[in-house]
């Protein structure tokens, strides 16, 4: 019960540092805005450690947390290795939406194409407006963090969302990065949307890997003894439910 607290408190202070920080761009409080980005991911990976997440999740997010970090620092060699602490942390969700993620199949591929098609008109779009050095590694970066969205729609939808919305968030960065005309806030808009990518991603994660169970009709009219036992009521609640479950 002491562990369930303490993962609920994690996440409620990952709601209110993210509340806080977005407040803090909006408000141009630069300096309570630089505290608190470091701070979002490290509170959500250890709600995911005390949930029972899978090591790699939390993995994730404190690379997520080391790319923050990195990114406002500063440019060049620290803007690239902030990238590739992100470029590691899609590594480590691909591989939990490989472990935990269904069978590719004809959506899969459908989505694939979607996906691909998204990322090569983005890259052309952006190639003339960034610098040289930052070109081709944005290029490969923006591969991976697609491959990395695909590989979340094989997930929960809660997954697919987060890497749609992780897709978004580092589009609207880029996009900056290439002096395209921003709106207003543009870091607002660029954290509000990877903050809620993270939250869905993890929390996607998390009911795929049993985090939070979540039962469904056919386990709800199991019995824990096995089919053996109260065979009759069982029996008789599972037809009633199944008659009222919509038709797939």
Not at 24 to 47: D, E, I, N, Q
Not at 103 to 119: D, K, N, V
Request: net charge positive; aromatic share 8%.
């Amino acid at each position: 019960m002491n562990r369930d607290r303490a993962a609920t408190a994690a996440l409620a202070a990952f709601g209110a540092t993210a509340v806080v920080h977005l407040s803090a761009l909006l408000a141009g409080a630069t300096l309570l805005a630089h505290v608190t980005k470091p701070a979002l991911m490290p509170l959500l990976a250890a709600h995911v450690l005390l949930r029972g997440g899978p090591p790699l999740l939390a993995g994730a997010l404190f690379l997520g947390c080391g790319g923050d970090t990195l990114l406002q620092v500063g440019g060049g060699t620290v803007f690239l290795l902030g990238m590739g602490s992100f470029a590691a942390g899609h590594v480590c969700y691909l591989l939990l939406f490989a472990r935990h993620g269904s069978p590719g199949g004809a959506r899969t591929y459908r989505l694939a194409a979607l996906y691909a098609a998204a990322w090569l008109t983005v890259v052309v779009l952006l190639w003339p407006g960034l610098d040289g050095e930052l070109r081709v590694p944005v290029a490969f970066y923006s591969l991976l963090l697609t491959a990395m969205a695909l590989g979340a729609t094989r997930a929960r939808l809660l997954s697919g969302a987060g890497g749609a919305l992780f897709l978004l968030s580092d589009t609207l960065l880029a996009s900056g990065l290439a002096e395209w005309p921003q709106a207003p806030a543009p870091q607002f808009w660029v954290m509000l949307t990877y903050i809620a990518a993270q939250w869905l991603l993890t929390q996607g994660v998390l009911l795929c890997h049993g985090g939070h169970h979540v039962c469904t009709e056919e386990e709800a009219g199991r019995s824990p003894a096995g089919p053996s036992t109260r065979r009759g009521s069982g029996q008789s609640r599972t037809a009633a439910r199944a008659s009222t479950m919509p038709k797939p």
